[in-house]
């Protein structure tokens, strides 16, 4: 069975500064999707990021990133230039063959000023 | 842009009660979600719902549990009798193309169920 680990319950990050995310997971499948879901407070989860596994290169959007190493079967998110806005919970996410997405325990993320 | 809405955004219910949790999903979706998540676990998956029926469910969505379309908007989550363990928050989600790999699922801002 997939799973997904997000091995950072919290992080901080000075606004306008680099930080990066981590998420790995486990499968033995070779074709699948993984995300990067953003909650803000009392807010819905929007769609950061997505990444086919099929793909070598790196999905970017604006200033999210991200850095999929297949074989180490890992996914982390970075986010350049840090805004206040970016302060949110952060999901990652296992996507193959089924229907139901597999979800990390999420990385609370604050932009400080 | 169209969003996922949810109905209440925070549920109280005694032991043994009967809830529903409602969901507006994006006008011209398809499929339909719900997830939970436990304070301080995981996002899990329940159910999904296409064409009026169950297409997928896990080992926690028992028969306690129930979806419904009962018309063109709304998409329910019915939990017959509650149980302390059933507090959570509730997600649902949606997304208008076949539910094969890849598939973008837009979520609501979840209900808090809590259960006394």
């Known amino acids: 069975a997939q799973t997904v680990t997000q091995s950072q319950p919290e992080m901080s990050v000075q606004e306008a500064e680099t930080v990066t995310l981590s998420c790995t997971y486990d499968t033995s499948e070779n074709n699948y999707y993984l995300f990067w879901y953003k909650q803000p407070p009392s807010r819905q989860m929007i769609l950061v990021i997505r990444?086919?596994?099929?793909?070598?290169q790196n999905a970017t959007e604006n200033r999210f990133s991200v850095n999929f190493q297949k074989a180490a079967k890992s996914f982390s998110l970075k986010i350049s230039d840090s805004q206040l806005g970016d302060t949110a919970m952060y999901f990652c996410a296992f996507h193959r063959g089924t229907y139901k997405y597999i979800f990390g325990t999420g990385t609370r993320l604050k932009v400080l000023a | 842009e169209p969003e996922v809405t949810q109905t209440p955004s925070h549920q109280v219910t005694q032991m043994g009660q009967e809830v529903i949790l409602r969901c507006v999903p994006i006008s011209n979706h398809l499929y339909f979600y719900w997830y939970r998540q436990i304070l301080g676990q995981k996002v899990e998956f329940l159910v999904s719902f296409y064409n009026n029926e169950i297409s997928e469910k896990s080992e926690i969505f028992d028969d306690q549990f129930s979806v419904e379309r009962p018309d063109g908007s709304n998409f329910t989550l019915k939990i017959r009798s509650t149980k302390l363990e059933d507090s959570a928050m509730y997600f649902c989600?949606?997304?208008?193309?076949?539910?094969?790999?890849?598939?973008?699922?837009?979520f609501g801002a979840g209900t808090r169920l809590s259960v006394l």
């Open positions: 989600a949606s997304s208008g193309i076949a539910g094969g790999p890849g598939n973008i699922q837009y």
């Open positions: 990444q086919e596994a099929y793909k070598q």
